[in-house]
């Protein structure tokens, strides 16, 4: 057998996923032993046109990271499902829309507002915002068409796996890399993680009764080392959250935020985490239920924070 | 064809439901817009089910459960109480008004009760108009 082809490519995405891959250190060597890698944008030079004439399923397996946030992205997602054999969501942006996906508890109009004109160090005194399409004397300048919404990977192209994470771990990435090089993949549709349980499943601290009074964020107290987080009122995201990371966050006293995105089965992580924080208020009275809410500032962000698109609303909706 | 609100309704199989039933065997009459899902409690109402109607066609959606104190289960339906405020603090960041989701208590005598929760709602529903889901 040939070497494999393999594509990387980074859409909606902050550029952590590509440092993710990187994390596999040496195993790289095993990767390019076993694999040609035929097109990363961040790594090296080859351009769109050169993936455009590449036969239909030439590539065996692209790791697409990013959510869908404008038509460039949409458009190379396209191409790049059409020119793979193996499709795999790489990171809770591709896989969820991650925290670019946050971006649909507004639209395009509300965004630009912010970032060409209301930030404090913006001074745009012609009032100038990126235009797709703008007439110079050479011809006609594009840039890409920038959406009011973010949406997943699964929503823009079939999806044949997915490795979740923000970034997915060096553990997690391997685990996939390993069955892509030996031919052992799973059947598809696979979250390719090393367990389908939450988080929980992982963590090390020690579970009891949850009853909370008040919910805290990590600067308001700092957590007791080996109790459960959200007994202490923290929201861990830990009970709705797929494992295999090996819990590294409640490790380290920070409460999970959910990054490796529903549990087996669930489809709509933030409402699941909402439910399991809301059950365990320790009140019988409206009033004081409510109070305790309250200490919640921000629900979508909290619950939501990297599944936003992925959730059953998909996004907020405004007038 | 004029425009009717589509609401669905959980309600719990020991108070709400048999209230439900009273105000039908009574022949009392309501607005006809409250599609029921017979539940065995409103502790059994995940938020993701009021996400779910919301996402697959309702234009708002009823909870109803014993009233507090009176659970078959004791403590069902305060899970459900404790739930809605967060609920709906979630759903308004997500631009879904207020009246689309409710949560109240009918118990098993309270057919009249039942009655005037559905029209009301019908008609604050009504008054918002389409649910319009999101692309």
Not at chain 1, 60 to 71: K, T, V, Y
Request: proline share 6%; net charge neutral; aromatic share 8%.
């Amino acid at each position: 057998m040939g070497k494999l082809k393999v594509a990387l490519y980074w859409a909606a995405s902050c550029g952590g996923c590509e440092i993710a891959q990187l994390m596999i250190g040496e195993k790289i060597l095993k990767l390019v032993e076993a694999a040609d890698i035929v097109f990363w944008p961040v790594a090296i030079d080859v351009k769109y046109k050169d993936v455009e004439v590449m036969p239909s399923k030439s590539i065996d397996a692209c790791l697409f990271n990013g959510g869908i946030r404008n038509s460039e992205q949409e458009h190379v997602a396209k191409m790049l499902r059409e020119k793979s054999k193996i499709m795999i969501s790489y990171g809770a942006c591709a896989h969820e829309g991650g925290i670019p996906g946050l971006g649909n508890l507004h639209n395009k109009e509300r965004i630009f507002q912010t970032v060409y004109f209301d930030t404090p160090s913006t001074d745009n005194k012609d009032k100038v915002v990126p235009q797709p399409k703008f007439q110079v004397p050479e011809g006609e300048l594009n840039i890409p068409v920038f959406y009011d919404s973010v949406k997943t990977l699964h929503h823009t192209v079939d999806v044949d796996y997915t490795i979740p994470g923000c970034p997915p771990e060096e553990r997690t990435t391997w685990l996939a890399l390993e069955a892509l090089i030996t031919g052992k993949l799973p059947p598809k549709g696979t979250v390719i993680t090393h367990t389908a349980k939450a988080v929980c499943d992982e963590c090390l601290r020690r579970k009891g009764e949850k009853k909370v009074k008040a919910f805290y964020r990590t600067w308001q107290k700092v957590p007791e080392p080996e109790t459960c987080l959200l007994e202490q009122g923290f929201l861990c995201a830990g009970v709705a959250t797929r494992g295999g990371c090996g819990a590294l966050c409640p490790q380290a006293n920070m409460p999970c935020t959910g990054c490796y995105g529903p549990v087996e089965g669930v489809a709509d992580q933030g409402a699941h985490f909402l439910g399991a924080v809301a059950s365990i208020i320790d009140s019988k009275d409206p009033d004081e239920v409510k109070k305790i809410v309250d200490t919640i500032p921000d629900p979508v962000g909290t619950f939501y924070r990297y599944s936003l698109p992925d959730s059953l609303l998909r996004r907020a909706r405004i007038k | 064809m004029s425009w009717e609100p589509k609401i669905v309704g959980f309600l719990c199989n020991w108070c709400s439901y048999r209230g439900a039933d009273l105000a039908g065997t009574a022949r009392m009459k309501s607005a006809p817009n409250v599609r029921i899902v017979r539940v065995m409690c409103s502790g059994r109402v995940e938020p993701a089910f009021v996400l779910k109607a919301l996402e697959l066609g309702a234009d708002g959606v009823l909870v109803l459960g014993c009233h507090p104190g009176d659970c078959h289960y004791a403590e069902g339906n305060y899970k459900a109480m404790r739930r809605f405020p967060l609920l709906k603090k979630m759903l308004a960041q997500m631009g879904v008004e207020d009246d689309r989701v409710r949560l109240d208590w009918v118990s098993a005598s309270e057919g009249d009760r039942f009655v005037a929760i559905v029209n009301d709602m019908t008609e604050k529903v009504r008054a918002l108009g389409p649910f319009a889901r999101n692309s």
